[in-house]
């Protein structure tokens, strides 16, 4: 038996076939076995089964030829394919460069801050050229995902720097995006919310996974193209670190940057600080010079007065100091101190900085009350749950005073009430009030002090009153707003619906910062004309009123001032109680001068008792 390899037969393919063309063996036949199989096959179709209809057997390129790519597109554009798929890369690249390099502040953003280079593109590329193909694709998704998620929350500082003048905090702020979607119903309606968080929400999910699909592009191309994109990344590298090293600018931007890697530092670490805030705020909280002190010895120097605690919201230092408000403001300013002496009041007036800016309300009035620097959501909480007393709270222990709360803004259960000291609470539901909303607005402060006058201060043979009561009336986004009527025709207050009407429409009025401003100022003036108004109307000897702002109004009306500054008024008809006050250095009247006394909001509810205690003989 021979052992010699019989000759390999091939099938025969000149037949039909073009005498020029040059058949390759090894090619045609890449081993024995598949050679054979090919000539079985192709005997198979050259005999068809016995009975088969010759004419009818299906010809070998009959079927349709595949179309690669959008549906055979490509293939019959096949310049147009290609300036597209270059497009396409361009434009990945662009992402992941945009969202390493943008800012996050809206005043930060200019083209100059987009012509530099990032560090981090740089490392990024050079890990994806360190893997393998599948694990390229894996790790680059993973980090696609992680830039959008970046993207999103320097959208949300963003935001959030245009309205608290402040970065969006990881562990305390979230609970501030309900308040936010509460803020659009009430200023757009029911649909509108619903329209702007589905909005929010797909919006998130796009930015991720397009974010997810532009670094699987680019590390496909790069994995293509590894030697290329390998000299690059050198070269890039090592211009990065020349221009690092010797400081080189572009109109005056660093062309240098390792900007995000900064970014996300800061963010760990303020990540790590807000974890250990709350040790930090409860060691500040054990701490009250007033704890012990017995209730007969506390406020001896207001004793049959009735005192009022009211917060004018966003009434801010730009007000009074900005050119193109200060002149107005000034001039109802002028007007209050001459209704408050006409009534035989007197007025001192400072400044107070506030812990926040633009909103957050409920953190300034905890700060101004419980005498600690109430920051963040976490120490409010913590604050309203623990056993710290209020000066609210140190009123009611006396026993000397009924401590109310005049709170239009609440239109929810509100537990923290009973925490601050008060013994009856009138939200805006027990006002009596019967007509519209202005906004964000329940109820019009002039309604809301006639209000507080029938329920509580007019009231006969009652014991003296000490009050919280919040005007909500200058409360974002000023638009529309109430204006000042004949007391005796507020009646349920549906007369306030003509006067709505007769408003701003507040989309209209936020196309315009210059507009903005404009409806503020006199979302301010009619809040001060109010409050005035009440005292001169029923304000007697034994009243006391202290008034302030909470915070200033958000970047948009202060043109991103980090000025947190607030005015603070005290107005009595006893002489002997400003007297008490005479070494503050305050200001006469109900406008602070520039340069009045500033302290932070926390002082004064220890500076205030101190003045108002016993007094040394």
């Not at 002028?334 to 400072?350: I, T, V, W």
């Given at each position: 038996?021979?052992?010699?390899?019989?000759?390999?037969?091939?099938?025969?393919?000149?037949?039909?076939?073009?005498?020029?063309?040059?058949?390759?063996?090894?090619?045609?036949?890449?081993?024995?076995?598949?050679?054979?199989?090919?000539?079985?096959?192709?005997?198979?179709?050259?005999?068809?089964?016995?009975g088969?209809?010759?004419d009818?057997?299906?010809?070998?390129?009959?079927t349709?030829?595949?179309?690669?790519?959008?549906?055979?597109?490509?293939?019959?554009?096949?310049?147009?394919?290609?300036?597209v798929r270059?497009?396409?890369?361009?434009?990945?690249?662009a992402?992941?460069?945009?969202?390493?390099?943008?800012?996050?502040?809206?005043?930060?953003?200019?083209?100059?801050?987009?012509?530099?280079?990032?560090?981090?593109?740089?490392?990024?590329?050079?890990?994806?050229?360190?893997?393998?193909?599948?694990?390229?694709?894996?790790?680059a998704?993973?980090?696609?995902?992680?830039?959008?998620?970046?993207?999103i929350l320097?959208?949300?500082?963003?935001?959030?720097?245009?309205?608290?003048?402040?970065?969006?905090?990881?562990?305390?702020?979230?609970v501030?995006?309900?308040?936010?979607?509460?803020?659009?119903?009430?200023?757009?309606?029911?649909?509108?919310?619903?329209?702007a968080?589905?909005?929010?929400?797909?919006?998130a999910?796009?930015?991720?996974?397009?974010?997810?699909l532009?670094?699987?592009?680019?590390?496909?191309?790069?994995?293509?193209?590894?030697?290329?994109?390998?000299?690059?990344?050198?070269?890039?590298?090592?211009?990065?670190?020349?221009?690092?090293?010797?400081?080189?600018?572009?109109?005056?931007?660093?062309?240098?940057?390792?900007?995000?890697?900064?970014?996300?530092?800061?963010?760990?670490?303020?990540?790590?600080?807000?974890?250990?805030?709350?040790?930090?705020?409860?060691?500040?909280?054990?701490?009250?010079?007033?704890?012990?002190?017995?209730?007969?010895?506390?406020?001896?120097?207001?004793?049959?007065?009735?005192?009022?605690?009211?917060?004018?919201?966003?009434?801010?230092?730009?007000?009074?100091?900005?050119p193109?408000?200060?002149?107005?403001?000034?001039?109802?300013?002028?007007?209050?101190?001459?209704?408050?002496?006409?009534?035989?009041?007197?007025?001192?007036?400072?400044?107070?900085?506030?812990?926040?800016?633009?909103?957050?309300?409920?953190?300034?009035?905890?700060?101004?009350?419980?005498?600690?620097w109430?920051?963040?959501?976490?120490?409010?909480?913590?604050?309203?749950?623990?056993?710290?007393?209020?000066?609210?709270?140190?009123?009611?222990?006396?026993?000397?005073?009924?401590?109310?709360?005049?709170?239009?803004?609440?239109?929810?259960?509100?537990?923290?009430?009973?925490?601050?000291?008060?013994?009856?609470?009138?939200?805006?539901?027990?006002?009596?009030?019967?007509?519209?909303?202005?906004?964000?607005?329940?109820?019009?402060?002039?309604?809301?002090?006639?209000?507080?006058?029938?329920?509580?201060?007019?009231?006969?043979?009652?014991?003296?009153?000490?009050?919280?009561?919040?005007?909500?009336?200058?409360?974002?986004?000023?638009?529309?707003?109430?204006?000042?009527?004949?007391w005796?025709?507020?009646?349920?207050?549906?007369?306030?619906?003509?006067?709505?009407?007769?408003?701003?429409?507040?989309?209209?009025?936020?196309?315009?910062?210059?507009?903005?401003?404009?409806?503020?100022?006199?979302?301010?003036?009619?809040?001060?004309?109010?409050?005035?108004?009440?005292?001169?109307?029923?304000?007697?000897?034994?009243?006391?009123?202290?008034?302030?702002?909470?915070?200033?109004?958000?970047?948009?009306?202060?043109?991103?001032?980090?000025?947190?500054?607030?005015?603070?008024?005290?107005?009595?008809?006893?002489?002997?109680?400003?007297?008490?006050?005479?070494?503050?250095?305050?200001?006469?009247?109900?406008?602070?001068?520039?340069?009045?006394?500033?302290?932070?909001m926390?002082?004064?509810?220890?500076?205030?008792?101190?003045?108002?205690?016993?007094?040394?003989?």
């Open positions: 038996m021979s052992h010699l390899t019989p000759p390999r037969q091939l099938p025969d393919v000149t037949a039909g076939a073009d005498p020029d063309t040059a058949v390759t063996p090894d090619a045609a036949a890449p081993s024995d076995d598949t050679a054979t199989e090919g000539v079985t096959e192709a005997k198979q179709a050259e005999s068809p089964e016995p088969a209809d010759s009818t057997a299906p010809a070998a390129d009959s349709p030829p595949t179309r690669p790519g959008w549906f055979g597109w490509r293939r019959r554009y096949p310049l147009a394919a290609r300036v270059v497009g396409v890369h361009v434009l990945a690249a992402l992941v460069l945009v969202v390493l390099l943008v800012p996050n502040r809206l005043d930060w953003i200019t083209v100059r801050s987009f012509f530099r280079l990032p560090v981090e593109g740089l490392f990024l590329a050079a890990l994806l050229l360190l893997l393998p193909s599948r694990a390229r694709k894996i790790t998704g993973a980090l696609g995902v992680f830039l959008g998620l970046t993207a320097k959208c949300l500082d963003m935001g959030f720097r245009q309205t608290l003048a402040r970065p969006f905090d990881l562990v305390f702020d979230w501030l995006l309900n308040d936010a979607a509460d803020w659009l119903k009430d200023s757009f309606g029911h649909t509108g919310e619903v329209l968080v589905i909005g929010v929400i797909v919006l999910v796009v930015v991720l996974v397009v974010s997810a532009a670094m699987v592009r680019l590390a496909n191309l790069m994995g293509r193209h590894r030697s290329v994109t390998a000299r690059s990344t050198l070269v890039l590298g090592v211009a990065w670190i020349i221009c690092f090293t010797m400081g080189v600018q572009f109109g005056g931007v660093t062309v240098a940057t390792k900007g995000y890697a900064q970014y996300l530092s800061n963010r760990v670490q303020y990540v790590r600080e807000g974890l250990g805030d709350a040790d930090v705020f409860k060691k500040q909280m054990a701490v009250d010079a007033f704890a012990k002190t017995p209730p007969d010895q506390l406020l001896t120097g207001l004793r049959g007065k009735d005192v009022m605690f009211t917060f004018i919201e966003s009434y801010g230092r730009v007000a009074i100091d900005d193109s408000m200060g002149p107005e403001l000034d001039k109802t300013l002028q007007e209050g101190d001459a209704r408050l002496r006409s009534a035989g009041f007197a007025a001192r007036s400072g400044w107070l900085r506030s812990p926040v800016t633009g909103a957050g309300s409920w953190l300034a009035h905890s700060t101004f009350l419980s005498g600690l109430v920051k963040n959501q976490q120490r409010y909480r913590t604050l309203t749950t623990s056993d710290r007393s209020t000066l609210t709270s140190y009123f009611q222990k006396t026993g000397a005073w009924r401590t109310v709360g005049i709170v239009p803004g609440v239109r929810k259960s509100w537990p923290e009430g009973k925490y601050f000291g008060l013994d009856h609470i009138y939200d805006s539901t027990h006002l009596g009030y019967e007509g519209p909303y202005f906004s964000w607005t329940p109820v019009p402060d002039q309604f809301s002090l006639e209000a507080f006058q029938k329920l509580e201060h007019g009231k006969k043979n009652r014991d003296p009153i000490m009050a919280e009561i919040i005007l909500a009336s200058s409360h974002n986004p000023w638009s529309p707003i109430a204006h000042m009527i004949d005796k025709d507020l009646g349920n207050g549906k007369v306030f619906y003509k006067i709505k009407k007769e408003g701003t429409n507040p989309t209209q009025v936020w196309k315009s910062a210059k507009r903005v401003r404009t409806e503020y100022r006199k979302a301010i003036q009619y809040s001060l004309d109010s409050l005035t108004q009440w005292m001169q109307r029923y304000g007697d000897k034994n009243t006391v009123l202290v008034f302030l702002g909470d915070h200033q109004p958000v970047p948009t009306v202060t043109g991103g001032s980090a000025n947190r500054d607030v005015p603070v008024t005290i107005v009595a008809h006893d002489p002997k109680v400003l007297d008490r006050v005479a070494d503050w250095g305050w200001t006469d009247g109900i406008k602070p001068a520039d340069d009045a006394p500033e302290w932070t926390n002082k004064f509810r220890d500076r205030f008792m101190t003045a108002y205690g016993p007094q040394p003989k």
